[in-house]
């Protein structure tokens, strides 16, 4: 299977998150994106991340009858920082992805791609992909890439957290069924200002 692979914390999947995902896969050819929610981001600060069961179902949710996306819970079972070097190391052979498989990073994640966990080994193994986040130029990214022309879509899941928090529609940011799911498991809703239990961040 020809496979290219989203990480993300997914807190929560928004419809950015789902268009990026569906343009790669047909732009590009792959037959599956795989999304893959982490468990303890190393790139981004922890401290707002809710429980991976709720990301991840969050995330079955939205996907549920796209045949190209499928979400892997790999790096929620592995459990401690999750290493994308190891979640590739694991995803080619559940999957039996052949060839090299795609991997997609926000153009704003380009310059501290050096600091990843084996960064050199971990661009000589997969096809990177550079997604759009803002439509800004970012610095020059010495390895091996592509770019997908994904539409820059101005939602992000702190976005979402915050307006949840202060009672605000979230209506066509994210799929119905995950809005659904925030209200019935009542997330998101410390966040804001007025009751902030935890610190904001922006993610993907």
Same mark, same amino acid.
């Given at each position: 299977?020809?496979?290219?692979?989203?990480?993300?914390?997914?807190?929560?999947?928004?419809?950015?998150?789902?268009?990026?995902?569906?343009?790669?896969?047909?732009?590009?050819?792959?037959?599956?994106v795989i999304l893959v929610?982490?468990?303890?981001?190393?790139?981004?600060?922890?401290?707002?991340?809710?429980?991976?069961?709720?990301?991840?179902?969050?995330? *079955? $949710? /939205?996907?549920?009858?796209?045949?190209? =996306?499928?979400?892997?819970? +790999? @790096?929620?079972?592995?459990?401690? !920082?999750?290493?994308?070097?190891?979640?590739?190391?694991?995803?080619?052979?559940?999957?039996?992805?052949?060839?090299?498989?795609?991997?997609?990073?926000?153009?704003d994640l380009a310059a501290?791609?050096?600091?990843?966990?084996?960064?050199? *080994? $971990? /661009?000589?193994?997969?096809?990177?992909? =550079?997604?759009?986040?803002? +439509? @800004?130029?970012?610095?020059?990214? !010495?390895?091996?890439?592509?770019?997908?022309?994904?539409?820059l879509i101005t939602v992000?899941?702190?976005?979402?957290?915050?307006?949840?928090?202060?009672?605000?529609?979230?209506?066509?940011?994210?799929?119905?069924?995950?809005?659904?799911?925030?209200? /019935?498991?009542?997330?998101?809703?410390?966040?804001?200002?007025?009751?902030?239990?935890?610190?904001?961040?922006?993610?993907?």
């Amino acid at each position: 299977m020809k496979a290219a692979i989203l990480g993300g914390t997914f807190n929560p999947v928004h419809v950015g998150h789902l268009c990026l995902a569906e343009e790669v896969r047909s732009a590009f050819g792959y037959e599956r994106v795989i999304l893959v929610p982490a468990s303890i981001p190393v790139h981004k600060d922890p401290a707002p991340v809710i429980p991976g069961a709720h990301r991840l179902a969050m995330l *079955r $949710l /939205a996907v549920a009858g796209s045949e190209g =996306l499928i979400v892997d819970d +790999g @790096e929620l079972v592995r459990g401690g !920082p999750s290493w994308t070097i190891d979640t590739v190391a694991e995803l080619v052979p559940r999957y039996g992805i052949t060839g090299r498989p795609g991997l997609v990073i926000g153009d704003d994640l380009a310059a501290g791609f050096s600091a990843w966990k084996d960064a050199e *080994r $971990l /661009a000589r193994t997969v096809d990177l992909i =550079l997604a759009r986040r803002t +439509g @800004e130029r970012h610095a020059e990214f !010495p390895w091996p890439h592509r770019v997908v022309m994904n539409p820059l879509i101005t939602v992000s899941s702190s976005d979402i957290r915050q307006r949840v928090a202060e009672c605000r529609s979230i209506r066509f940011l994210t799929p119905d069924p995950v809005i659904a799911y925030i209200a /019935a498991h009542d997330l998101y809703a410390g966040s804001g200002p007025a009751g902030r239990r935890e610190e904001r961040t922006d993610d993907a």
